[in-house]
């Protein structure tokens, strides 16, 4: 287990959700980021034990993918007067609620209605404790992402900006929008600023970062290279978290959801595999299964973590 700051809780979690960050001291108390919507009450727990029942004073969205701020409305609900601080790209849509604007309906996926009280922009700081953490914008897997940065002890959160494996999806390009080079400056942005420690949004904390930033410009110049690489690494994801969500579906519910999923048929229309919408999820969910990420025994697809 990496030594953390006093004061900072990493809450590992599934893929479904993203991981949580607690930034606590005597007087207040800032959670960086909170689940999907159907862990809510886990995460609530969760941070209910890490506080020893104190309140929870703040929440920071990194970005507002649906894993990142599901849990936003179930802890407002807990703590009346929390404040909620978000990136600001997005901001509007939050204010008028514009599910598609905010990528959840061509997403296929949910987030309950929350408010936002505060914006957190590229180049804000807080301080929390003796320490001061910086936020920086990194755009790439989301256009209005930030990562939070502890100079002191060198911490990093870096969400879904950098993994120990990787980083997550690219999704403005699934609009048409070329952001391979967002990603390349992003983990420029990371080497700067080399920290100690990356808290990551998916998967376990870890320090060999020169290694994981290798590994994330090598995934990257995949993905140049081969655009539909990329573009089936998106679509798969996306039945994966449905997967991840439903654990077990009837294959031709998940493929009748998958019609009515945006992104999906923008990626299949850019890089056809299959000129049959239908056959082509299908050959993706037999992709999945030679994966070892589900199982498929019809009528139904089960979800293999």
Known sequence: MHKLPDGVTFIERGWLSSNNVLIQDTAQAVLVDTGYWTHAHQTASLVASA??????????????????????????D?????????????????????????TYVPTGQFCPIFCKTDLIS????????????????TPGHDPNAIVLFQE??????????LWENGF???????????????????????EQLNP????????????????????????????????????LYAAKVLLKFKLLELQKVKLIDLIAWADSVRYLKLLQKSYP????FDAWIFNLCRSLETSGACEIDEPFIVNSN
Not at 55 to 75: E, Q, V, Y
Not at 152 to 161: C, E, F, N, P, Q
Not at 168 to 190: S, Y
Not at 273 to 276: G, P, W
Request: include cysteine; hydrophobic fraction near 40%.
């Open 273 to 276: 595999m299959n000129s049959d």
């Open 152 to 161: 002191r002890d060198g911490v990093l959160i870096s969400a879904d900006s």
């Open 78 to 102: 807990i703590y009346p007067l929390i404040r909620t601080f978000i990136p600001p790209g997005h901001s509007a849509y939050v204010d008028a609620w514009d599910a598609e604007a905010l």
């Open 196 to 231: 100690r420690i990356v808290l990551p949004g998916h998967g376990s904390a870890f320090t060999d970062v020169a290694a994981a930033i290798s590994r994330a410009k090598s995934r990257l110049r995949q993905f140049r290279e081969n655009p539909e690489k990329h573009a």
């Open 51 to 76: 506080l020893n029942d104190r309140p929870l004073t703040a929440i920071i969205n990194t970005h507002l993918h649906s894993d990142h701020c599901g849990g936003n409305a179930h802890l407002q």
């Open 122 to 137: 590229n180049g804000d700081s807080f301080s929390v404790g003796h320490a001061t953490w910086h936020a920086y914008s």
């Open 168 to 190: 997550g999806v690219v999704f403005p390009e699934i609009e048409g929008t070329n952001a391979f080079d967002e990603v390349e400056d992003t983990l420029k942005i990371i």
